[in-house]
């Protein structure tokens, strides 16, 4: 049977004739059938597999689905992506997913889209120009460079068409949220086709936290001959979010600390003072006072104030600004030999100022003091203030990130006997570049030191002194002493080179096998933050460099016992910086960077007449080489063959994943995905942490959405009912260093609905999110939760020329 390279299509969409090969394809899966446009990718493995073939863990939503669910942005596709969760620390700022409890790369047709950096910065990605997104768990460094453990997240970007088509959409919701858009495409000529789209969304957004998003995309084909094309495209986006730093927060009140007692269950007399002046020493009366404010949760889950939040209006909206240009060439030198060439710069930027810490300290035997400050209730003028916030922070950041990014694949296929072959050569280049400033000002228990015992510097901020009703100090973040607490920058260069086997036996067995050589250089360079902040870091200090080499495979084999069922096996190692806003001492002598290793055991099948595609694995992935302190080593005493460091911990995450799609008929579509997962973090054998459930991510998590189409009221086309379900289990916030080791956000269940009507030109959809306003907490934030959205309600109207 004559195999369509996936790559191969990506040149040969550009003809209208590919439409009438595609019709004459053997074997159509839902895998095609509901996400064509993958065929114009050919990212995932880099070869001709289809997806019963593939030996490798992939999820694919494709565009009806994101259109169906009303969804705008890659946090709210997370839902379609089983083992993918929001990361339990991400402080509510840019896109921070995890998958299978580990870092994810994020890429635009395969190149670099912008790292998951946490809570330094972050971009936040939209849909306005993505035709689908399709996810490779696991390593894929061979493929794609250095990489996250988790996997890719790869979004598949818009391309211009040679058919023309001129659709303008228009959106309005609650909380005077409204949208407006235009996606252009047409030939401009035989051989030149463009694409325009342009999107301006605006947001007062739940509890205020607002989001403005201005979008440019603009692409470019053209067909040089029947051999070669080239796409040039380009990107610019501006947006302005609002960062919740701390959502709901959970009250510290250490149940251990009063011999296991829940909160609901003491009274003031439990509440015992330290038997010395060294814990804040508490009257009877004020004992009381603190036990009457508890409730049964806190110190458990987070305490609940509806849409009230510890938002000051000094905080400053993440404004995030970006520009992408990336040039694609396609070569067909043989009718087996293609050639695809990648070259893409992007540079980002952002800035903002959010709120931190603010913890309600409530009761706490802390390495045996009661209630030490200023981890300990607030007292003022002998006033208790059982809901204040202390050890606030506020940290204002300045990042800008650059990187340049070059790929290279050449493939040949060829037959052997009755095995058909493909033999890959690949090899890659990326260049990223991070200046980041940031300053920070704190309230009055903020005190700095110098080694005489003089104070240089105490904080300034007014407490909160009630988190429900919360008040704010005047002014702006530079009346309040800010202190530079990080300056520097960090270059990470990379390149790799490989080579990768592919097998097709009989139509039974299928293999794959890469292996590839990756090198990872990192520098850093200081340039002094204040001394009043930290002393020994307040000068400049030399540039340092570490460079590593190592060798990255993925392994596996598909079984197809028969056309209907296929058994695959996958192995992958893959490598990334360890760290690509961390410190580099110049020191670090051979430590390889950080590894990651992912096995993978699946079964695939399909029925109803291929009509019908489900996956389930079963999988072990680690995140390993992670750094940890000797706890033998004292600087200035030990031997020099005493390591200050050891890198031998990791992060761990085993379980199952089932996916499904179903495309049954002209009436029912139906997805669902769900996962069993225990993530666990082992990087550290000497902490109080070590193998404890990772922060934020849950055991049990699983969405389904189901589309029903029929004729209704008499109307010449049908109308479209669709549902989702979404559960996610407890999520763990657990911090024994704060005193709150069982602390977790409770497990949810929401409802959504759409109803759609749509003609040949036109289209009017309603979705209908929270069906019954239930009240529940969307992530697990540090030390805390962010509250979900209530019900809310978007109607979009669409219209094709």
């Keep these: 049977m004559f195999k369509f390279s996936l790559i191969s299509l990506a040149c040969l969409s550009s003809y209208t004739a590919f439409a009438t090969e595609q019709a004459d394809l053997e074997h159509i899966t839902v895998y095609e059938k509901q996400n064509r446009v993958i065929l114009n990718s050919g990212l995932a493995t880099k070869s001709d597999m289809s997806l019963m073939e593939t030996p490798a863990p992939i999820v694919v939503v494709d565009l009806a689905l994101i259109n169906s669910q009303g969804v705008d942005n890659l946090q709210d596709l997370a839902r379609n992506i089983s083992g993918a969760t929001q990361a339990g620390n991400n402080y509510g700022i840019g896109d921070n997913l995890v998958i299978r409890g580990l870092g994810a790369n994020y890429t635009y047709d395969g190149m670099y889209g912008g790292a998951g950096l946490g809570n330094t910065f972050n971009p936040t990605r939209s849909l306005s120009n993505v035709e689908s997104v399709e996810i490779l768990k696991g390593p894929a460094t061979g493929l794609y460079g250095m990489g996250s453990a988790g996997g890719v997240i790869n979004l598949i970007e818009k391309k211009p068409k040679f058919d023309e088509q001129h659709t303008i959409t228009a959106e309005i919701g609650q909380w005077d949220t409204y949208s407006l858009g235009f996606d252009s495409t047409n030939a401009i000529t035989d051989d030149l086709a463009y694409r325009i789209n342009i999107k301006t969304a605006r947001s007062d957004g739940y509890r205020d936290l607002k989001d403005d998003r201005d979008e440019i995309y603009a692409s470019l084909k053209y067909v040089l001959n029947d051999q070669q094309d080239f796409l040039i495209s380009g990107a610019y986006i501006k947006d302005a979010l609002a960062v919740d730093s701390i959502g709901h927060p959970i009250r510290i009140y250490n149940a251990e600390s009063v011999g296991g007692k829940t909160a609901d269950q003491i009274t003031g007399d439990d509440l015992v003072n330290h038997p010395t002046s060294a814990g804040l020493q508490l009257s009877d009366a004020q004992r009381q006072q603190l036990a009457d404010s508890l409730a049964g949760s ?94 606030q922070e506020y940290r204002q950041v300045e990042a800008d990130e650059k990187s340049l990014q070059y790929f290279v694949d050449l493939r040949y296929d060829f037959a052997l006997g009755d095995i058909d072959n493909e033999f890959l050569v690949n090899a890659n280049y990326e260049d990223r570049d991070i200046r980041l400033t940031q300053h920070s000002i704190y309230d009055a228990d903020k005190m700095i030191k ?267 086309e049908p109308l479209q009912i669709s549902g989702g379900i979404k559960y996610v289990d407890d999520r763990s916030t657990n911090s024994t260093s704060f005193g709150i080791p069982d602390g977790y956000v409770p497990s949810y269940t929401v409802y959504d609905a759409a109803l759609s009507y749509k003609t040949q030109q036109w289209q009017l959809q309603l979705n209908v999110n929270n069906l019954f306003n239930k009240s529940y907490y969307s992530k697990a934030m540090f030390l805390g939760g962010m509250p979900g959205e209530e019900r809310s309600a978007k109607l979009t109207f669409s219209y094709t020329l």
Excluded: C
């Design 450 to 716: 110098n080694k005489q015992g003089d104070l240089i510097y105490q904080g300034s901020l007014p407490y909160i002194l009630d988190i429900r009703s919360p008040e704010w100090g005047a002014g702006s973040f530079a009346d309040y002493d800010p202190l530079m607490t990080s300056n520097y920058n960090k270059k990470v260069q990379s390149w790799g080179v490989g080579i990768q086997h592919v097998a097709y036996i009989n139509d039974v067995i299928t293999t794959r096998a890469g292996v590839a050589m990756n090198n990872i250089k990192q520098t850093y360079e200081h340039f002094g933050v204040d001394a009043r902040y930290r002393a020994s870091a307040s000068e400049p200090t030399p540039q340092q460099s570490t460079d590593n080499k190592g060798i990255t495979y993925n392994l596996g084999a598909t079984y197809r016992p028969t056309d209907n069922i296929a058994l695959f096996i996958n192995h992958a190692k893959g490598r990334a910086a360890y760290s690509v806003l961390g410190t580099v001492l110049g020191n670090e002598g051979d430590r390889d960077d950080s590894e990651s290793l992912s096995s993978d055991l699946g079964i695939r099948f399909k029925a109803l007449d291929d009509q019908l595609l489900a996956s389930l694995v079963v999988f072990n992935t680690e995140r390993t080489n992670l750094q940890y302190t000797n706890p033998d080593y004292e600087d200035g005493v030990s031997d020099p063959d005493v390591p200050k460091d050891f890198f031998d911990g990791k992060d761990q995450t085993t379980g199952i994943e089932f996916d499904l799609n179903a495309d049954i008929n002209e009436q029912w579509k139906i997805n669902f995905n769900g996962v069993y997962q225990d993530a666990r973090d082992k990087k550290n054998p000497h902490s109080k942490n070590y193998d404890t459930r990772q922060k934020g991510v849950p055991h049990v998590a699983a969405s389904t959405w189901v589309t029903y189409s029929a004729q209704w009221f008499e109307l010449s």
């Design 298 to 391: 806190d110190g458990l889950t987070p305490y609940k104030f509806g849409h009230n939040g510890i938002i000051s209006p000094m905080a400053k909206d993440n404004e995030g600004e970006e520009l992408r240009f990336k040039l694609s060439h396609n070569y067909f030198l043989t009718d087996d030999l293609f050639l695809n060439q990648q070259l893409q710069y992007r540079n980002f930027t952002t800035s903002f100022a959010r709120q931190t810490g603010a913890y309600n300290y409530v009761y706490w035997n802390r390495r045996n003091i009661i209630n030490a400050d200023p981890r300990a209730p607030l007292v003022i003028d002998d006033v208790l203030y059982p809901f204040a916030a202390r050890r």
